[in-house]
């Protein structure tokens, strides 16, 4: 009863309650960062098997199928009662419609950024979200920053230029795709934050209005570029492959995860920051793994070095 009359005023503070039934109240926010987390190293990982293994290069297809995934498992589970999701209205949709733009274009640069990078290269040029977050809540929001996390953050920029002046497997487009990615996650997570707490909007919510509204603008995007007559024959044969479709399916179910983990992350903990250091030390563990899976890495001491200096800032 008290979910139910909390939901009604604050939909994010009745996931929280739900959410507390599962784990302990003082580690709600912490075990919604390390869903996070997990479902984020998982995610870069079938990412870049679907696109360099698989050559399934159709990155905005891909987003789109995940959309609409996301879309039917919540429809599913509401229909089986175990989630409420509230009535679409216009004014919810015009607030939440940048957090739709931010996170399409966040992702379609990204994988963009995975089909020409390899994974330790991508996750160091992706640590540049937290310093992007960092610049908006000082500047804008007043927000005082430790000495320590300056010297971090300095730490994971300069390993990052490090790393990016002696990789041989240098791409310019792969490298400017994946810091445009960095911009648009900050700003993402930013929008999230502030129309999340401000609109009093559920993370299922969330989920539901970003695929609905990413749906049509995908729709578009595939048609226009093409996308929609190269990816399915690829589809088609990939279906007779079962290795292709299990992790096909793993990737469109782990798009809709990291979508609702992100949410909550930032909702739960209340700060788009905590997102970005969980984003840090998700690097430092893809990283880790990139140089053993998948391949695409060619081993060079400087370039070893810089990633080595961006771990150990992002792990400070």
């Known amino acids: 009863k008290d979910v139910m009359k909390e939901s009604r005023s604050d939909p994010s503070i009745a996931n929280a309650r739900r959410w507390e039934k599962l784990v302990p109240t003082a580690l709600v926010g912490p075990s919604s960062a390390l869903l996070y987390g997990v479902v984020a190293v998982s995610m870069v990982f079938f990412n870049k098997a679907v696109l360099s293994v698989y050559h399934f290069t159709e990155s905005n297809l891909l987003l789109l199928l995940q959309m609409f995934v996301t879309m039917t498992v919540l429809l599913g589970v509401q229909k089986l009662g175990l989630i409420k999701l509230e009535p679409f209205t216009w004014e919810r949709t015009k607030a939440l419609l940048p957090v739709a733009l931010l996170y399409n274009a966040n992702v379609a640069f990204a994988l963009a950024s995975l089909n020409k990078v390899n994974v330790p290269m991508y996750n160091v040029l992706k640590r540049l979200t937290p310093a992007l977050v960092l610049f908006y809540d000082t500047t804008f929001s007043g927000k005082a920053v430790s000495r320590k996390v300056i010297l971090s953050v300095a730490m994971t920029l300069v390993g990052t230029l490090v ?103 930032t909702l739960l903990n209340n700060s788009a920051l905590t997102t970005t250091i969980v984003g840090v030390f998700k690097g430092v563990a893809a990283t880790l793994l990139g140089f053993l899976l998948l391949g695409g890495v060619r081993f060079v001491p400087l370039n070893f070095a810089g990633i080595m200096i961006n771990l150990v800032g992002g792990v400070w």
């Open 163 to 265: 790393a990016g002046y002696n990789d041989l497997a240098f791409d310019l487009a792969g490298y400017g795709m994946a810091m445009a990615s960095s911009l648009l996650q900050a700003s993402y997570l930013i929008v999230v934050q502030k129309t999340g707490a401000e609109k009093n909007i559920s993370s299922n919510d969330l989920l539901m209005y970003n695929a609905v509204l990413s749906i049509p603008m995908l729709s578009l995007v595939v048609v226009l570029d093409g996308e929609l007559i190269t990816g399915m024959p690829k589809l088609y044969e990939g279906a007779a492959q079962w290795d292709f479709v299990v992790v096909m399916l793993c990737c469109l179910h782990l798009g809709m995860l990291l979508n609702l983990s992100i949410f909550m992350c």
